[in-house]
């Protein structure tokens, strides 16, 4: 190995080292979910720069964790590889020590809400967002006498969610009026903005204050 390739390899050496193994999980997932073919998109998944999505895309690559494909139109499509999933589930285990405190926080959240709702006479409520905590937010909500109405998300039509079917937004709005709780961390912030554009009061969307810290929710 020349100078130039022992800098060369000492240069990607330090990259990888510095990398935020929290930052590689998230870009992991994403990836687990289907094709990217977009850097812009993955980027605003992630809530990062393109350039930094850009470079973790690369050390992912040179990994084997990530496959590329160039595509027309300058293009290219990102691939979870199988050993890519295979350090996904690594790292989903390293940051399970941290589930309890999670859980924690995320049912404190949904207890605020559903004090709220008890306190206003609420008794039914509907779900956006079936995913992620959806299940800790409608055990907590269940715990608190509240009922279920409907689940509703813009994925995942038709599939099962505590014994009810999942339904779109659309046909979620247009039974009666809901007090419509945000049951999804992840996509909180396009699950409120569909609601409203599809007509629904932004009184009646109960967001987890955490969230909207996250997504910055108006």
């Keep these: 190995m020349n100078g130039s390739e022992v800098m060369v390899h000492t240069m990607n050496k330090k990259t990888q080292l510095s990398l935020d193994d929290y930052t590689v999980f998230r870009l992991l997932c994403e990836l687990d979910k289907g094709d990217v073919g977009s850097q812009r998109d993955l980027a605003r998944r992630l809530q990062g720069a393109l350039g930094l999505v850009n470079g973790y895309l690369k050390v992912c690559s040179d ?26 589930r ?45 299940g800790i937010a409608w055990l907590t909500l269940q715990q608190a006498g509240l009922e279920l109405s409907v689940a509703m998300d813009t994925c995942g039509v038709g599939e099962r969610f505590m014994g009810g079917e999942v339904v779109s937004l659309a046909y979620g709005l247009l039974g009666e009026t809901h007090r419509i709780v945000i049951s999804s961390l992840q996509r909180a ?5 569909a609601l409203l554009e599809l007509g629904a009061k932004p009184e009646t969307i109960l967001v987890p204050p955490c969230f909207l810290e996250l997504h910055h929710v108006a």
Aim: net charge positive.
């Design 63 to 88: 990994n084997g964790w990530v496959r590329v494909r160039d595509l027309p139109g300058n293009r290219k499509s990102y691939q979870l590889t199988a050993k890519g999933g295979a350090e996904r």
């Design 90 to 134: 690594r790292l989903a285990l390293v940051h399970a020590r941290y589930l309890d405190e999670i859980i924690d926080v995320v049912q404190q959240e949904y207890r605020q809400i559903a004090a709220q709702l008890r306190e206003e006479g609420v008794e039914r409520v509907a779900f956006c967002g079936i995913d992620g905590v959806a």
């Design 189 to 193: 912030t396009e699950l409120k903005a």
